[in-house]
């Protein structure tokens, strides 16, 4: 079976502060995909990156990296010089390679709130 | 712009009555998707439709119907049997089935009971 766990429910920090979300996964594929989601006030989730199992650079884009680590099997997400609107609900969540492949577990999400 | 509609936004739904959710995509997806969110809570899938006049049941499927007569199109219908429906749900696509594929979602509908 496979599991997503964020162990931070609530992260509450002030603008320009560096905030890095945990993601930490289970499974038993051996090819897998991690994926990153926003959830703004509006609601819908904004896909923000993809990572598959076997590729595990560090990845930057703008103010935002990714650190996947396979051996902690974990998969953390840091926001540099944080902003009033990175406020969201953010979710990680993991697709195996097996029987269901279609399928994404999510986490439970990081409520951020970043304060002016 | 290419996207998925959900509508309503807000719907309330009366004791024994069943209510459509509506979703639309013109991203030409293959994959289609209904989620259920609860406060707190992290996603869960109540069916998927890899393809026109196919879909599969998800992790929470009882009391809720689906049909997928075109590409484009994903209704789900919350029945009376779904005791506890009040909810926010996310429909999404993606370009197929496949895990590597992102999921696109639409703005949700939230469902609360009168």
């Known amino acids: 079976a496979q599991k997503v766990t964020q162990a931070q429910t609530e992260i509450s920090v002030v603008e320009k502060e560096d905030v890095t979300l945990d993601c930490v996964y289970e499974?038993?594929?051996?090819?897998?995909?991690l994926f990153w989601y926003k959830q703004p006030p509006s609601g819908e989730l904004v896909f923000l990156i993809r990572r598959n199992s076997f590729d595990e650079q560090n990845e930057i884009s703008g103010r935002y990296s990714w650190n996947f680590q396979k051996s902690t099997s974990s998969f953390n997400f840091t926001i540099t010089a944080s902003q009033v609107v990175d406020s969201a609900v953010y979710f990680c969540a993991l697709s195996g390679d097996g029987g269901s492949n279609y399928k994404l577990t999510f986490g439970k999400g990081t409520l951020l709130t970043v304060n002016p | 712009d290419g996207g998925i509609t959900q509508s309503p936004k807000y719907l309330f739904r009366k004791e024994g009555q069943n209510v459509t959710l509506s979703c639309e995509q013109n991203l030409n997806h293959d994959a289609m998707y209904w989620y259920r969110q609860d406060p707190g809570q992290g996603l869960r899938l109540i069916y998927y439709?890899?393809?026109?006049?196919?879909?599969q049941k998800g992790d929470i499927a009882e009391g809720y119907s689906v049909s997928r007569e075109k590409k484009e199109s994903f209704p789900l219908t919350v029945t009376s049997a779904q005791k506890n429906p009040t909810a926010f749900y996310l429909c999404?696509?993606?370009?197929?089935?496949?895990?590597?594929?992102?999921?696109?979602f639409g703005d949700g509908t939230r469902l609360s009971i009168l």
């Open positions: 499974t038993r594929d051996t090819t897998y995909y």
């Open positions: 439709s890899q393809i026109v006049n196919d879909f």
């Open positions: 999404a696509s993606s370009m197929y089935s496949y895990s590597n594929q992102p999921q696109h």
